[in-house]
């Protein structure tokens, strides 16, 4: 089975800190996905990557950046953390239908 | 744009009997899969049933099973024989290869 791991489950970080949430998978997956999931509104899509070094912007990327420097690993970056910024985030690989991690919950203080 | 409505934001079933979610979509795609997700407390997003939108024959899998209407852009999920188990919110997400997620609906199974 695709195993895709989030690093760290809660995270509460200051305002204005930088932020790193690491996404890695253990298959050649070349699809990944990053989303927050907010009540009411489900997932929406941040930014995703269809391969190494690549990245597109989803709906809602503001605020938001990414790094994929490797195939396994997409990073999601958030510059200068805000309170609205305070979500679940949710990575996932693609194939077939997405595999997710577990989720990090991350609180913005 | 793609957008997923998911009307029922709650539902509650007795136990051993049988539910319906419902889920409409709007896709400018003309090869897609569709598919529904259930999140459980334990926050894990997992992978209830998958679909291609090319295929008629509706998709089964165990005590779930769909019923796709490609015309009317509809895609239910039908859960037979509610278990307690099956307790969770669940997400409708049709798409290519990026999926967009309904709003969710949370069942809930009375004993």
């Known amino acids: 089975d695709v195993k895709v791991t989030q690093s760290s489950r809660y995270l509460v970080k200051r305002t204005g800190e930088k932020v790193f949430l690491e996404c890695v998978q253990d298959m050649d997956h070349e699809n990944m996905f990053w989303y927050r999931q907010d009540p009411g509104l489900g997932l929406r899509l941040i930014y995703f990557s269809y391969d190494v070094k690549m990245k597109e912007k989803g709906d809602i990327p503001e605020g938001y950046s990414v790094s994929r420097e490797k195939k396994e690993r997409f990073s999601l970056i958030l510059e200068s953390a805000s309170t609205n910024q305070t979500s679940m985030y949710l990575c996932a690989t693609m194939a077939y239908g997405y595999t997710f991690g577990s989720g990090t919950r991350l609180t913005v203080v | 744009a793609q957008t997923v409505t998911q009307s029922q934001p709650e539902m509650s079933v007795q136990e051993a009997e049988t539910v319906t979610l419902s889920c409409t979509y709007d896709?400018?795609?003309?090869?897609?899969?569709l598919f529904w997700y259930k999140q459980p407390p334990s926050r894990q997003m997992i992978l209830v049933i998958r679909q291609e939108a090319y295929k008629q024959q509706n998709a089964t899998e165990n005590r779930f099973s769909v019923n796709f209407q490609k015309a009317a852009k509809s895609f239910s999920l039908k859960i037979s024989d509610s278990q307690l188990g099956d307790a969770a919110m669940y997400f409708c997400?049709?798409?290519?290869?990026?999926?967009?997620f309904g709003q969710g609906t949370r069942l809930t199974i009375n004993p």
């Open positions: 997400a049709p798409g290519a290869q990026k999926l967009v």
């Open positions: 896709t400018s795609e003309s090869d897609y899969y």
